[in-house]
């Protein structure tokens, strides 16, 4: 039977909650007295003390730090493989002067992790994005050559400008070259009203939709036609939409102008040649569309964890089973036949990863 291989799952390393600890701004943690438990805010808005308590950031607990309750979670749930990735904000907050060192440290700390539990994790690296390009590209070969790293996680922001800034241009040949995984992530999504609902439910999702399309329009895959982007939440409604994108480039005339015709790539072929999409869509609909435009070869099955735990009591949350796993799990194996659910529980990672110890 083929392994189950999670690569949407995160991790805040020791070092990266110190930081995080020792900050008095956004991103933080802090606690809301009378309350006595730490809470993680990591959006503007969300230290408001006079705000509903779904919009004061969210309870962290050991399940967001401690490595060892990652694999106890993973094998719970039958989880062979994790990919674990640094959540947002990332390192985007930092002063330029410190992103590179802190980016190498946490890094390595990332790698080490995984060395812990040698062939059952591996990692996506962050990135120094508030540094210069010259430090992003150093930092992107220096993970080429950690043990279990397997690409890079990324905000929809780039240097500030989005993703088709041109200034990215030597960072995506970089991990061309390297041969690196993208694993693009939103962060920013919509204001704060509905507490997290409509930044996590639509916002994520249209932020994701947004910068893909921004690559797309600006041709950074008819530049690097092997980059390979992974994104998250099923690729948010760029699925969906992919055919209606498509159409308003052709009929928009100073686009057409602005793209290289003989170069330029169809939406449709770049979802399948250089897209890949997790399988975080929380039901059988979304997941169908997915593997429509992308085909089941190229989808991953991902969990989101540690975020999302069960709606039960604190003291019972390690009793009962995950929705985001059972969820997404039980939706690919309704979906597809039993070669394409082995596929994209763990086949699919297997192979584009290169998760062999």
Request: aromatic residues 8%.
């Amino acid at each position: 039977m083929t392994k189950i291989v999670d690569v949407h799952t995160h991790v805040y390393p020791p070092s990266y909650m110190d930081i995080l600890r020792s900050r008095t701004t956004v991103p933080y943690v802090r606690t809301f007295p009378p309350d006595p438990s730490s809470r993680l805010i990591i959006l503007p808005g969300e230290d408001d003390s006079g705000a509903s308590s779904t919009a004061q950031g969210r309870p962290i607990g050991p399940e967001y730090f401690n490595i060892s309750k990652k694999i106890a979670f993973m094998d719970d749930h039958g989880i062979d493989i994790s990919v674990i990735s640094l959540a947002n904000p990332w390192l985007d907050f930092l002063p330029p002067h410190s992103a590179l060192p802190t980016a190498q440290s946490v890094n390595d700390e990332m790698d080490r992790l995984c060395g812990m539990f040698p062939g059952r994790l591996y990692a996506f690296g962050t990135l120094p994005l508030s540094g210069s390009v010259d430090d992003i590209v150093q930092e992107v070969k220096r993970l080429s050559g950690l043990t279990w790293m397997r690409g890079v996680i990324m905000g929809t922001s780039g240097l500030g400008e989005g993703l088709d800034d041109p200034r990215l241009d030597l960072v995506w040949k970089a991990l061309q070259e390297t041969k690196q995984t993208v694993f693009l992530h939103p962060h920013y999504g919509l204001p704060k009203e509905y507490g997290h609902v409509l930044p996590l439910a639509m916002g994520f999702p249209m932020e994701t939709t947004i910068a893909v399309s921004r690559m797309i329009l600006s041709g950074v895959w008819d530049r690097w036609t092997e980059l390979t982007v992974l994104l998250a939440h099923s690729g948010g409604t760029l699925p969906f939409l992919a055919g209606r994108l498509e159409s308003c480039i052709l009929h928009d005339g100073h686009i057409m102008k602005s793209l290289d015709v003989e170069k330029r790539r169809t939406v449709w072929d770049i979802l399948k040649k250089n897209i890949l999409l997790d399988a975080v869509a929380y039901g059988e609909a979304g997941l169908k569309t997915a593997v429509e435009v992308a085909g089941r070869d190229r989808i991953l099955f991902g969990t989101d964890h540690p975020f999302f735990p069960p709606l039960t009591k604190e003291d019972e949350v390690e009793k009962e089973k995950w929705l985001s796993v059972t969820t997404n799990y039980k939706a690919i194996r309704a979906a597809f036949d039993n070669e394409g659910a082995e596929a994209m529980l763990g086949g699919n990672a297997v192979r584009l990863l290169r998760l062999h110890s």
